[in-house]
């Protein structure tokens, strides 16, 4: 299992940024997906999911409204799409995949995690 | 929304027993899972689902959940297990993932 993580930068207040998180070694039509983010020196912070067949979506109150999460199975690849970005955005953005394949994934733990995108977000 | 609690640093021997902690509200009711981070590299599953153990980790690593509290426990603790360790679950109620802040071990 890979999960690499692309599109980090750094980038000005109010733009928007779009990750791209490449999937390989396992089935990924079959896994919901996340991304969870980290600020430097700080915890973990979820941030959106996607059921496995990109038919329901979940968002922290945090940043709802202002990120959008895609996927597209053809391409075995995970978006996040930021928008009006705010120096609280500023972290390393990982993708994260599920521990167990739908329908069974009731627990919605991580098995896998990418390297992380960090994403600078300064003026 | 819910809230997981950690204590922010555990420190212990080299050899003796590590126990971290977990706190929320009638946690024991929901499964918890359990991260260890080193400085500079992505998260990994130490324990799922309050006590089960991912093939790669080992049996020194345990864990156990009743109701408001879950505890991770690293027995004959290695100077390799110092870490951040975070907790997490599921939380149905809001359809989000919810972390606690994350114990930092410090192996003496």
């Known amino acids: 299992v890979e999960l690499v993580e692309s599109g980090g930068g750094m980038v000005q207040p109010g733009t928007s940024l779009r990750l791209s998180c490449a999937a390989s070694?396992?089935?990924?039509?079959?896994?919901?997906m996340h991304w969870v983010r980290q600020a430097p020196g700080k915890g973990l912070e979820w941030v959106a999911y996607i059921a496995y067949d990109g038919n329901n979506t979940h968002f922290a109150d945090s940043v709802k409204g202002r990120l959008t999460i895609s996927r597209d199975n053809s391409k075995n690849t995970l978006y996040l799409h930021i928008n009006s970005l705010r120096v609280q955005d500023t972290a390393v953005y990982y993708c994260a995949k599920e521990g167990a394949s739908y329908p069974y994934e009731a627990s919605h733990y991580y098995d896998f995690w990418g390297q992380g995108a960090l994403v600078t977000v300064s003026s | 929304s819910y809230v997981l609690t950690q204590s922010p640093s555990v420190s212990v021997a080299p050899g003796q027993t590590a126990r971290i902690t977990c706190g929320g509200n009638?946690?024991?009711?929901?499964?918890v899972h359990w991260y260890r981070q080193k400085p500079g590299q992505a998260p990994v599953v130490v324990v799922y689902d309050d006590s089960d153990r991912p093939s790669a980790i080992p049996e020194r690593f345990s864990g156990s959940n009743s109701e408001n509290t879950a505890t991770l426990t690293i027995s004959r603790v290695e100077a390799g297990d110092e870490a951040d360790y975070f907790c997490q679950v599921w939380d149905s109620f809001s359809d989000h993932v919810v972390f606690g802040g994350g114990t930092k071990l410090t192996v003496l």
């Open positions: 070694g396992f089935i990924f039509s079959s896994y919901a």
């Open positions: 009638n946690i024991g009711s929901k499964s």
